[in-house]
DNA sequence: CCCCCTTTGAAGGCC
DNA sequence: GGCCTTCAAAGGGGG
C-alpha cells in the first residue's frame, strides 16, 4: 500500500518534463563525487514527485537523517539533470530499475510514530547476533558495548551502478530462458549481454545510475562509500591477486592488455 | 551460518 | 594520474 504510493510517486518522476539537454549520451559518466567538491550553486526547485512525497501523507525519512534536512536538501539540491532522460526512452524503462526499488534508496520509515513503520530498507540493520543476557550485560566493558552500538548502527548501502540496475532488471528473464539459478553464472551472462548492449541502450542505465547515486547523496549527505569497508568479510589478499592475474573475465582481461575498460572490446576473453 | 563465486562500475586510498 | 581494493545484487554451493 505504501509501495503503492511510492510506485505512483515514481511515474510522477517517469513522466516528469525533462529539461533541455535530454537524450545526451551519458557515457562515460563523470565521477560524481560525494564530497564537499559539489558546486553549490545551480540550485534547482522540488520537483512535483517531492511535493508529492511531502503531502499530503508525508514521506518519512530513514532514521539517522534529520527529516526536516532531508526535506530541505531535495527542496534545494539539485536534480536539475535528475530528469535528462526520463522522457522518451527512458520513460519505457521498466520500473523495476529505479531509486524507488533500489533498497538503498526506498523511502522507508522506521520514524517513530509514523503509520506505516516500514522498516527503512535503505538503511539495512546488521543482522543482530544473539541478545546478551542480563548477568552478561555487567560483564561487558565500555569498549565493547561501544562496539556493539558501533555494529547495530544501520548500514546505508551504496548506490546501484548502471551494470547493477541492469542485472536487477534482466535477471529474471535470464534465470527463466535459461533456467539458471546459480548467480554467479547468471552474472557470466549478464555481463557479456551487457556489452552486446548499443551505446544506447547502455546509456539509460549510467543515467539511471548517475541519478540514483544523486539522489542517494541528497538523502545521505554525510555518507561515504567508506562507511561500509570492512562489513563485509573479503576473500583473502593472496586470491584476490591471484584472480586479478586471471585473464578470465573481459574485465580482468582489459585491465591486463590496457584496454579502456569503458569501450574495448576484450578480444581473447570473447 | 557465513563466505565464495561472478559480473561491472563507482569511489576511496595510496604512491 | 594510475593502480588497487572494496562494495553494491543475487542465490546456489560448500566448508
Redo the contacts with the bound molecule.
Keep these: 500500500m505504501y509501495k503503492d504510493t511510492v510506485y505512483s510517486a515514481f511515474n510522477l518522476l517517469m513522466h516528469y518534463p525533462p529539461p533541455s539537454g535530454a537524450g545526451q549520451h551519458p ?9 564537499a567538491s559539489q558546486p553549490a550553486h545551480g540550485v534547482p526547485q522540488l520537483s512535483p514527485l517531492y511535493e508529492h512525497f511531502s503531502s499530503p501523507h508525508p514521506t518519512p525519512a530513514p532514521a539517522d537523517i534529520n527529516q526536516k534536512q532531508v526535506h530541505r536538501s531535495l527542496q534545494t539540491s539539485d536534480i536539475s539533470g535528475f530528469y535528462s532522460l526520463t522522457s522518451g526512452s527512458m520513460g519505457q524503462l521498466p520500473h523495476t530499475v529505479s531509486w524507488f526499488t ?3 534508496l526506498m523511502l522507508g520509515s522506521s520514524v517513530p510514530g509514523h503509520p506505516a513503520a516500514i522498516p527503512h530498507p535503505a538503511i ?1 540493520p546488521h ?1 543482530g ?1 544473539q541478545e546478551l543476557q542480563p548477568y552478561d550485560r555487567n560483564l561487558k566493558t565500555q569498549a565493547e558495548s561501544k562496539a556493539e552500538k558501533e555494529a547495530k548502527k544501520p ?10 540496475l541492469y ?2 532488471e534482466m ?1 529474471a528473464k535470464v ?1 527463466a530462458e535459461c533456467t539458471l ?8 551472462i ?3 549481454r ?2 552486446a548492449l548499443s551505446r544506447e541502450e ?1 546509456a539509460k542505465y ?1 543515467e539511471l ?2 541519478k540514483e ?1 544523486q539522489l542517494h ?1 541528497q538523502l545521505y549527505p554525510g555518507w ?14 593472496e ?3 591471484e ?2 592475474t ?1 585473464p ?5 582481461c ?2 591486463r592488455f ?1 584496454l579502456n ?2 569501450t574495448d572490446w ?1 578480444g581473447p ?1 570473447r
Design positions: 557515457q562515460p559518466q563523470p565521477p560524481l563525487h560525494n564530497k533500489h533498497p538503498s539495512v543482522s547476533k548500514t546505508i548501502k551504496k548506490p546501484l551502478n548502471a551494470f547493477m542485472m536487477k535477471r534465470i539459478k546459480e548467480s554467479a553464472a547468471i552474472n557470466q549478464l555481463g557479456r551487457w556489452h547502455q549510467y545510475a548517475r547515486r547523496m561515504s562509500a567508506r562507511d561500509n569497508y570492512g562489513k563485509k568479510k573479503r576473500r583473502s589478499r586470491k584476490h591477486q584472480s586479478n586471471d578470465g573475465s573481459p574485465k580482468k582489459r585491465a590496457g575498460q569503458q576484450c576473453c
